[in-house]
């Protein structure tokens, strides 16, 4: 079965930088890493769980508008791995932030309604604080 492990959270003042990464293992005949989308969600405290960003199974990438210009994601399919860099963080983007495989391609800014057949990482804490 598809694993997903995240690494990367932390403490970080305003206007620093963090790079999330989600090793994903586990793959079986008929799917591949490679021809799968994937996805960074993030839930703040006392709010829903939302998609940040996707980077679509025909390669184009999406951001949720608040992350626009800041965060950026990316894949190494040679490593099954993909990554959230997140600049000139903000007070307002601590959250906890999880990798995920959705089995259908998600909008960014929406909430999260988890599938069954969805994989997802186990989550990593993100502060912004001074």
């Known amino acids: 079965e598809v694993q997903l492990v995240e690494s990367g959270g932390g403490l970080v003042q305003p206007g620093g930088s963090l790079r999330l990464s989600c090793e994903a293992s586990?793959?079986?005949?008929?799917?591949?890493?490679?021809?799968?989308?994937v996805s960074w969600a993030r839930q703040a405290p006392g709010k829903a769980l939302k998609w940040v960003s996707v980077i679509y199974n025909d390669g184009d990438i999406e951001y949720e508008d608040s992350v626009k210009g800041r965060f950026t994601i990316s894949r190494d399919n040679a490593k099954e791995t993909f990554y959230l860099q997140m600049e000139s963080l903000k007070p307002e983007d601590t959250a906890i932030y999880y990798c995920a495989m959705p089995q259908f391609p998600p909008i960014p800014g929406n909430t999260v309604r988890r599938n069954p057949n969805d994989y997802w990482g186990q989550g990593t804490q993100v502060t912004v604080s001074s």
């Open positions: 586990g793959f079986t005949l008929g799917i591949t890493f490679s021809n799968s989308g």
